[in-house]
């Protein structure tokens, strides 16, 4: 059944992705779309630049990974980061932390770290993010279980059409750490940025339109087989379909998930 | 922005369970708080704790999502006809048209941390505890979802302590864009280590029950509370009227130190609502008793409002519930519309010197037309919510 239909066309008007086989977008770019085979070694964790120097490695994983993205597409969309609204989303937040809070509450509860506890709310990354950029515009921090990637964009895409501004969205999910990792699993670094608005932009990457149904056998698309082992394990995994259908540019039908049997329909255009 | 009609809501905190008991607590003077008794060895603060929560069986097709947060969940969902409310919209619209969005900070850790405390020789979960569907932020969104059978979106907000009031600001889009024709919105946060020992890592905890705005203030008292809302275009009720959302782009921990963006979130709020400062009669403050919250907040209030706008920090009566604040808060603003009761300022004596006249020790009598409720979180996410009584102009 037919939920809800985009009351107009939204532009993608920068991208950006960040795995260790794929570190940022014109490396995922020419891998995904198939013009480059993947390197061999895996990238450094990296060092975003939108942090202090002295902040940019002990800065948590998450925190590392998201803001990395986050930064690659507004450059390459050449917005000031500090003019976008924001939607920040991660299935299971920063699970090494978790680990961490976990491990010392049940030993030597009196001695967690400042530090990490602050550290450890779902909305860190997004925190550090509007600090770092100095961007006093609203953000989000949302989890939708393994339909992270799916509920964010459906936010992004309703606070563009609301704000009739640029949204920037992120996505990401970090290494399971300890024995959570038996029930919370998820593999590697991912984060997947886009920018999204009314407009079309200078770099403008690409239009869609979106649809939600709620359908039970909703079937979410895959990326190739060579793109997805890249990811392979990730909670954040599900954005790597879209993110190869921009890649490889034209008119594509992308599905995922934004929850249990409701399903979102991005039909993706050319830039005009 | 268009009205969004508020057509049902509850609260379950340490001061009452249901809009009833929660209104005679405010309306007596009676808080909430005790002496911390959760935990293996409580720390020395205060807590507001919800009695029961612990014995408040989950409905048996969904005992892999038991955790404390969702009994607290399941026991607020019951109070004050909210279940059947959700079930009516659920007919009304459809299961498809109605979505959920929860606001939270602890999720279900809680039940993360008893896994890390009872791990077994090999290091493993406990087998009671080896479900995916606790140790996850989207825990209590997903057992909401399931319980009321909704095929919307199922999403959780996790801001810290602006959560949820920034759930009904994300409901309230939904709404507008025709995503869905009802939306549930609220917050569910429960007392766990994580918390407890994380606010006092910072010492922000207050050994003593929280004094908010005083001169002596000194830290917050963790809470727990479930609360919710039904919002949906049309229908009989108060109304969210506006919101503003901000950035502090300041620190992960502290509030900017001249409170530029909880003076952002309020005017925003404002003007989306169409008002200005001197239409809201009762303002319900973050007023988290923490030394810097407090001065900070007060100084906008201060600047922003008359000294007729009558405000308060209702933390005395129910601690802070972090990401059930927003939601808990909104009710008791709703309540202050609905009663004419505007409550004071529990356990605080002598006002610190950056008050203004607005905020008030003493609980008066007024229908305000016109409400605010502010949430402040860490990594410094604000929200603003403004509501309007059902008879507003």
């Not at chain 1, 640029?166 to 886009?194: E, H, K, Q, W």
């Not at chain 2, 918390?195 to 207050?206: D, K, P, R, W």
Request: hydrophobic content about 45%; glycine content about 10%.
């Amino acid at each position: 059944m037919k939920i809800f239909a985009s009351p107009q066309r939204l532009f993608v008007n920068g991208a950006s992705v960040w795995a260790p086989r794929m570190p940022g977008w014109e490396k995922a770019r020419a891998i995904l779309s198939g013009r480059e085979a993947p390197p061999e070694a895996a990238a450094a964790r990296p060092a975003p630049q939108l942090l202090p120097p002295n902040e940019r490695r002990r800065a948590p994983d998450s925190v590392a990974v998201a803001l990395e993205s986050a930064l690659a597409a507004c450059h390459g969309a050449q917005l000031e980061p500090s003019s976008l609204g924001c939607v920040f989303g991660s299935t299971h937040g920063d699970l090494a932390i978790t680990d961490y809070m976990c491990t010392t509450l049940a030993a030597t509860p009196l001695q967690v770290s400042p530090t990490r506890f602050h550290n450890s709310v779902h909305n860190a990354a997004a925190g550090y993010w509007t600090i770092g950029a100095q961007c006093t515009r609203p953000y989000t921090a949302i989890s939708a279980g393994p339909h992270t990637f799916g509920a964010g964009l459906l936010e992004t895409c309703a606070q563009a059409l609301s704000s009739a501004e640029n949204i920037l969205f992120v996505a990401y999910d970090i290494d399971a750490r300890g024995p959570l990792a038996a029930v919370a699993p998820s593999r590697g670094l991912l984060s997947v940025a886009l920018i999204v608005g009314p407009q079309a932009g200078p770099h403008v990457l690409g239009s869609f339109d979106i649809g939600l149904v709620a359908q039970e056998d909703f079937e979410p698309s895959r990326a190739q087989p060579a793109n997805a082992a890249l990811v392979a394990g990730n909670a954040s995994a599900s954005g790597l379909p879209f993110m190869e259908a921009l890649a490889l540019g034209g008119e594509h039908r992308v599905q995922c998930l934004a929850g249990p049997g409701l399903g979102l329909v991005i039909d993706l255009h050319p830039p005009v | 922005m268009q009205p969004t009609c508020i057509t049902a809501y509850t609260a379950t905190c340490a001061a009452g369970a249901g809009r009833e008991a929660l209104l005679g607590a405010l309306r007596a003077g009676r808080g909430g708080l005790r002496a911390n008794d959760f935990g293996r060895e409580p720390l020395a603060t205060w807590i507001g704790r919800v009695t029961g929560v612990e014995d408040t069986p989950l409905p048996a097709s969904l005992s892999n999502y038991l955790s404390r947060n969702n009994r607290l969940a399941w026991l607020g969902v019951q109070q004050d006809g909210f279940h059947e409310a959700v079930l009516a919209a659920r007919a009304r619209y459809g299961a498809e048209r109605v979505a959920l969005v929860l606001g939270t900070s602890t999720a279900c850790i809680g039940a993360t941390e008893e896994a890390y405390s009872r791990l077994t020789p090999a290091g493993e979960f406990p087998e009671d505890l080896r479900h995916r569907e606790v140790h996850t932020p989207n825990s209590t969104a997903e057992f909401m979802q399931r319980v009321l059978g909704l095929r919307n979106l199922a999403v959780t907000v996790g801001t810290a302590c602006s959560s949820s009031a920034k759930a009904f600001a994300q409901g309230a889009r939904l709404l507008e864009l025709g995503i869905a024709d009802a939306v549930v919105v609220g917050g569910v946060d429960s007392l766990c280590g994580s918390v407890l020992f994380g606010f006092n890592s910072l010492e922000l905890i207050s050994r003593e029950p929280c004094r908010p705005f005083d001169v002596a203030r000194n830290g917050i008292n963790i809470g727990e509370a479930a609360a919710f809302a039904l919002l949906e275009r049309a229908g009989d009720g108060p109304r969210l009227a506006g919101f503003g959302e901000s950035s502090d782009a300041h620190h992960m921990s502290a509030p900017h130190p001249a409170g530029r963006g909880a003076r952002i979130a309020m005017t925003e709020a404002l003007a989306r609502a169409g008002l200005a400062a001197q239409d809201v009669g009762y303002v319900n403050l973050h007023g988290t008793a923490t030394p810097r919250n407090d001065e900070i907040e007060a100084q906008v209030v201060a600047e922003m409002f008359p000294a007729a706008t009558h405000a308060s920090s209702t933390k005395g009566w129910t601690g802070h519930t972090l990401g059930a604040a927003g939601a808990l808060e909104a009710v008791i603003t709703l309540l202050s519309l609905e009663s004419g009761l505007m409550p004071g300022t529990l356990n605080s004596r002598q006002f610190d010197a950056a008050c203004g006249p607005q905020i008030r020790l003493a609980g008066a009598s007024g229908m305000a037309v016109h409400a605010m409720s502010n949430s402040f979180g860490f990594g410094g996410s604000n929200c603003v919510l403004l509501f309007s009584a059902r008879d507003a102009t």
